[in-house]
Every structure is written in structure tokens, then in C-alpha cells.
């Protein structure tokens, strides 16, 4: 609770009065929702010169991470000279003009497998991402409709909602490494898992603000004018407590990545030879003690860089989003 | 009666924190079977050779996985009461030791890593609100916003890169000692080396522990700070800090009071990262070759050892809920108004 509040955060604080006691499962939740919010803008901080020019530089700046990572996933074949999962040359030569991050212990060449390992971690984190948002706003209405209703699918929405509360507790990569063990190593168990580690911000957030649209009058309305508790959720409620849920969207998408090369790292992510940046890493890490750090270097710089361009994105985006607006209204108006 | 009354709010706490591993550990039991595969046939699968109905159904009961999810559910009940969690299929040995016996070392390697991060986060704070140079205080946030989005293991190969590759500074990360086996008595080996006087070892254990310590600090301090730095901005606009300016009170006590209450976050975030690098600083520990409870996971899922993996999950929590109650205990000792009941007497 007070985390939120820290950010000035309005969804839950308004909800309720500062509770004696906060569970755990809503701190981490809020710690979640918390780095999903961008930060209070500074006064003057962004929009200190109001000159076109500077909001121009401010909106690109803004998106240029995200832009970069998406060119190198679209042009990955065209950018890089060799197949990703096949020996192309000598083994272990260092970076030179033909192979520029050098080759592996099996020759493969590391500046190919990089540029496609982008790749790889995009696609799981724009498929867990959406899943997650997806997943996470139907179930988190669902538990926001009925917990508070009566009858028998009160109960099931109010023991949904504890089983999230209890899977909040569990520490993301430990849930992973279990649903990943038991499964099976397949893409199909990775989504599975860390969609089930990351759906859980979404369920929580969308509830809390179910919570409160729920008391608004234009639902009565609807419901008098006969429309079914199914339909209204549908075409009143979700689209007015979205919000939260779709911001939270780039912070699963980074922490997707994060996860998947956590997993790939301690040799239970994607299958070999897929170029993956944590598999790469860890295999190159026995090279780099013996003096051959490309291996393992640039496969870090790539995933350093890709997940801090993915954050740094998703504050300035909400920050640009009003510059555009007004950029956009001038030239409307001229 | 009275006693009773002022302690309450502890006292309840530990009467919930059973109740709450309980009601997790049932979850947990039905989330591995819930899960779509099927644990028994790919551990078969994994030894390569076709097999029978009766290997099949053997197997099975070996795993925990025998019978209907009642009878299992009856047995894990049974089992779980007596501190039982099953038997490893690969070792042979309780899940209970199994874990156990690694748990420790993982907590002082996470302790250290997350103490350290916790002193320099404060320090960062403390220059944070008594330096007035914009350039160091926005250098502080920009620390701080990096929260979350660095991976631990990123920030410890480019350590090693630069300690051990380059300037050649610190030994190979290869495990705690270069040579020789860790004596044993608690499980803690810094502790354990103290004990047994082996001042060597000791030596060399901390120059190891140099570059996992500094990574896990590195990339932790952010989380702590962001917290930190937003509850010092808030306190410090806050009446109270004026009311104590105006009334005269030291320097030195109005910074202990801004920051006892600053804490609380920070206090919540710690317990939070603690919990989940009990499981989480496997990529450190396979990083630096330190065995831990994160070695024990990746073992149990290169061979589907299904009750390994469901102990794993089950103690680990286990292990969380009980750093959670003790953030719970630290902070309401910190700032008594977050004892339950206290708020309703406010009012």
C-alpha cells in the first residue's frame, strides 16, 4: 500500500483506507504496478525547452530503443552473413573481419546467433506478454464481478483469488523451474510457465480497478436497459478498467525476457542449437576463463542493453504520448 | 490479559503463519498435477528405453504420482504432518534433507549479497537528501530507475570479465575454496570455517565471495533505492519534518526519523528479493560453481525427479512466508502504526 501510494498511484489508495496489515501478495503486486508506472514527470524535466524541435528529439528518444530492437528482429537475416545454428567456420577464432563477434567453441559464429537471439526473445515475450494481459484481464474481471456477489461463483472468484494471492508468493523463477521441469522442455512449457509467473500482476491489477468501476452508475444503467451481466462486462466493464493492466504490458515484456535468458542461462530454456541469449551466455562462460570472452560478452551486451531499452521505452512512451498530442493539435490547427 | 492485548500483533501473526504454508502447500500440490505433460512418462522417456505398464505403474508410485489424486492427496497429507515431503528418485535420500542440507549455504550467499546492497542503498539515500549538487542527485535517480530491469548474471559476467579476464585481479570464480572440501557443522561455510578455525579457507572464501557479493549488490541496490528514495522525498515534505525543524530537534534525530520512516518499503522490497533469490540466485551460484538449493532445482529437472521438484517448491515458499512474516515483525516494530488494531484507535 504504501508503495503505491509513494508513486501517487491512485487505484488502490483510493480504494481502501491504509490497512493495519498488508498481505504480501498485494506489496509485490504493488512493487509490480509500481515500476510499471512511469515516474512522476519532474517539472521541467521533459519539457524544459518547449521549442518543436526538443519534443521531436524527446518523442524519438523515446522510441528509439523499441524501434532498434524491432529492426534487428525483422532484418536479423539481412544483418547477419551466416546461419545462426550451424558451424560456419573454425572454432574459437576471435572477432575479425569475417566473423566481427568471433565463432564458438563449435564454430558457429556469434554475431549471427546474437543478432537472431534477439529475435527468439522477442517473439516469447510479445506471445507471454500478450497472453499474460489477455489472460490476466479476463480472469481478473471475473474475480472482480463475482467475489462480492452471492451464490456459488462468488466462492469460485473468491478462491481464485487467494490461489493468485498465494502464487504471488512464490518467487518467479522458482515457479518456473518447477512447471518447466514437470512439463518438459519445450516452447510450449516455457510460455506455459512464465505466462503463469507474469499473469498474475495483470489478475491483480485488473481486479482492483473492477473494484471500483463496478460501483459506477452506467452500469446499473445498462442493466436496466436489459443487457446481460455477461454482455456488460464485455462492453462496459473491461474496456474502462483495461488501463492499468495494458501499462503494466512492457514491464511483463521486459521481465520476459529476463526470465526466459534466466531459465536459458541454468540450461533449461529453449533447445540447443536455437541461438538464445542465456543459453549463449552460459556456454560462454567456460571460454571466457580461459581467455575467449566473446562468447559470452556480447550475448550479455545484447540482452543488457535490449532489456534496459525495453524499460527506459516504456517510461518515456506515456511521458511523449502528450507531446505528440500537442505537436499533432498544432499542426491541426494551422 | 493486558500482555496479551499490547502483544497481539505478533502473536497473531505467528498463529497465521502456518496456516498460510499450509493452505500454500495444498495449493502447490494441485498445481504440479494440474500441469499438462505428464512427469511420469518423460522421466521414463529420459533413460531412452521403451517400457512397460508395470514399469509405468512402478514408477508412478515412486514418484507420488500413484493411484487417484485423493489417495495421493490422503499420503501427501500423512507425509507432510511428519515433515515428510517424499523421496528423491535420483539420490534416494528425503526431499526434506535434500533441501535442507543445501538451504543454508544460499542464505549466506543471498544475506551477503543483499546486506551489502542494503548498506549501499542507504548510503546512497543518506547522500541522496544531504547533498544539495543536482548532478549527484540525478545521478542517484538514474541508479535507481534501473531497478528491475537488470538480470543478476549479466552484471556478474561482465565482473568477471573485467576482475578476472582483464585486470586479473581476483582467483578463477570456481567455486568457495581453490582446493580441499568445506568442513561442515551448521552448513554455513563462512560460519562453519570460523568454527572450525580453518582461517585459510576462510581467506579464500571471502576473496571469492568478492565478485558474486558485488554483482548481487550492484544490481539489487536499485530496487532498495527507488523505495528509499521515494519514501525520503515524500517524508521530507512531510508536517512532521517541519514541526521538528521549527521545534529546534538535532539534525542527526531528524535524519533517523525521516528514515525510520523511509524504511518501511524498503523493508517489504528487501524480504520480497530475499524470498525469491532463496530460489533465484541459482544463476549466481552455477555462475561462481557454488552448490545451493538452486543446483538441487536444475538437477531435479534434468531428471523429472517429481517429488525433488514438488519439495523444492513447497520449502522454498515455505522458506519465503517465513522471511515475509519476519518483514511483517520488522516493520511493524518499526513504525507501530502499521500494528494491526493500532489504526482503528487513531481513527
Not at chain 1, 528529439?57 to 530492437?69: E, K, N, Q, S
Not at chain 1, 522458482?174 to 507474469?198: K, P
Not at chain 2, 495444498?26 to 508395470?54: C, K, N, W
Not at chain 2, 539420490?91 to 546492497?117: D, M, Y
Request: charged share 10%; glycine share 10%; aromatic share 10%.
Amino acid at each position: 500500500m504504501e508503495i503505491s501510494m509513494t508513486q501517487g498511484s491512485v487505484a488502490l489508495s483510493s480504494a481502501t483506507p491504509i490497512p493495519a496489515k498488508p498481505t504480501h501478495a498485494q506489496l509485490k503486486h504493488n512493487q509490480l504496478k509500481h515500476t510499471a508506472q512511469p515516474p512522476a514527470a519532474q517539472p521541467g524535466a521533459t519539457i524544459r525547452g518547449s521549442g518543436t524541435a526538443r519534443k521531436m528529439l524527446t518523442i524519438i528518444g523515446a522510441f528509439l530503443p523499441v524501434i532498434i530492437i524491432v529492426a534487428i528482429c525483422l532484418f536479423a537475416p539481412a544483418l547477419s552473413h551466416f546461419s545462426p545454428t550451424t558451424t560456419v567456420g573454425a572454432a574459437r577464432l576471435s572477432p575479425n573481419a569475417k566473423f566481427w563477434f568471433g565463432t564458438d567453441s563449435v564454430g558457429m559464429d556469434v554475431y549471427s546467433r546474437t543478432l537472431y537471439g534477439t529475435r527468439i526473445a522477442i517473439q516469447f515475450a510479445i506471445v507471454v506478454a500478450v497472453l499474460s494481459t489477455v489472460l490476466g484481464v479476463l480472469i481478473g474481471t471475473f474475480i472482480g464481478l463475482t467475489e462480492s456477489s452471492k451464490g456459488v461463483i462468488s466462492n469460485v472468484g473468491r478462491v481464485l483469488n487467494k490461489i493468485s494471492e498465494y502464487i504471488i508468493a512464490i518467487p518467479g523463477i522458482i515457479l518456473a523451474i518447477v512447471v518447466v521441469g514437470l512439463m518438459g522442455s519445450s516452447n510450449f512449457a516455457l510460455i506455459t510457465s512464465l505466462t503463469l509467473v507474469l499473469v498474475q500482476a495483470p489478475i491483480k491489477l485488473t481486479r482492483v480497478e473492477i473494484l471500483q468501476v463496478k460501483r459506477e452508475n452506467y452500469l446499473e444503467a445498462a442493466q436496466m436497459a436489459g443487457e446481460s451481466s455477461f454482455e456488460s462486462a464485455f462492453v462496459h466493464v473491461i474496456p474502462n478498467s483495461i488501463g492499468p493492466a495494458l501499462r503494466n504490458l512492457p514491464l511483463i515484456f521486459g521481465n520476459c525476457v529476463i526470465n526466459l535468458a534466466a531459465l536459458g542461462f541454468i540450461g533449461i530454456g529453449v533447445n540447443a542449437p536455437t541461438p538464445e541469449w542465456g543459453y549463449m551466455i552460459s556456454k560462454g562462460i567456460s571460454s571466457m576463463m580461459l581467455g575467449r570472452w566473446w562468447e559470452a560478452v556480447f550475448p550479455s551486451l545484447f540482452l543488457f542493453a535490449s532489456v534496459l531499452g525495453i524499460s527506459y521505452s516504456s517510461k518515456a512512451i506515456p511521458k511523449a504520448i502528450p507531446l505528440i498530442r500537442q505537436l499533432a493539435g498544432r499542426r491541426g490547427n494551422q | 490479559m493486558n500482555w496479551f492485548k499490547k502483544n497481539m500483533w505478533w502473536l497473531r501473526r505467528i498463529v497465521e503463519l502456518p496456516i498460510d504454508i499450509a493452505a500454500f502447500s495444498i495449493i502447490a500440490f494441485f498445481l504440479v498435477r494440474l500441469l499438462p505433460g505428464d512427469p511420469v512418462q518423460l522421466s521414463l522417456a529420459s533413460r531412452g528405453e521403451g517400457y512397460t505398464h508395470a514399469q509405468y505403474e512402478a514408477q508412478a508410485e515412486s514418484m507420488g504420482l500413484g493411484g487417484s489424486i485423493w489417495h495421493q492427496f490422503a499420503n501427501f497429507v500423512k507425509g507432510a504432518l511428519v515433515g515428510n515431503l517424499g523421496t528423491s528418485t535420483v539420490s534416494g535420500k528425503p526431499v526434506t534433507q535434500e533441501v535442507l542440507s543445501r538451504l543454508p549455504s544460499t542464505i549466506e550467499l543471498v544475506t551477503l549479497g543483499l546486506g551489502a546492497a542494503l548498506i549501499f542503498a542507504l548510503l546512497l539515500g543518506f547522500l541522496y537528501i544531504r547533498s544539495s549538487n543536482r548532478t549527484l542527485r540525478s545521478a542517484i535517480r538514474t541508479y535507481a530507475s534501473f531497478a528491475t530491469s537488470i538480470p543478476v548474471f549479466v552484471v556478474a559476467v561482465f565482473s568477471i570479465m573485467l576482475f578476472y579476464v582483464i585486470l586479473k585481479w581476483l582467483p578463477a570464480p570456481l567455486g568457495r575454496v581453490s582446493s580441499g572440501t568445506l568442513p561442515v557443522v551448521t552448513g554455513f561455510p563462512i560460519l562453519d570455517e570460523m568454527l572450525t578455525g580453518n582461517w585459510a579457507q576462510l581467506g579464500e572464501t571471502l576473496v571469492l565471495y568478492i565478485l558474486p557479493v558485488g554483482s548481487m549488490m550492484l544490481t539489487y541496490t536499485p530496487n532498495l533505492l527507488t523505495q528509499l528514495i521515494g519514501g525520503l522525498d515524500r517524508e521530507l515534505a512531510e508536517t512532521t519534518t517541519q514541526f521538528q525543524v521549527a521545534a529546534g530537534v538535532g539534525r542527526k534525530w531528524i535524519y533517523i526519523s525521516i528514515f525510520r520512516r523511509s524504511l518501511s518499503s524498503v523493508v517489504v522490497v528487501f524480504g520480497l528479493i530475499f524470498g525469491g533469490l532463496i530460489g533465484g540466485a541459482v544463476t549466481v551460484e552455477s555462475l561462481f560453481g557454488f552448490g545451493g538449493i538452486g543446483a538441487l532445482a536444475v538437477r531435479s529437472v534434468a531428471s523429472v525427479d517429481f517429488p525433488a521438484l514438488q519439495g523444492f517448491l513447497i520449502l522454498s515458499v515455505a522458506f519465503c512466508m517465513f522471511v515475509f512474516f519476519l518483514v511483517d515483525l520488522v516493520n511493524m516494530w518499526l513504525d507501530p502504526r502499521r500494528r494491526p488494531g493500532v489504526a482503528n484507535q487513531e481513527d
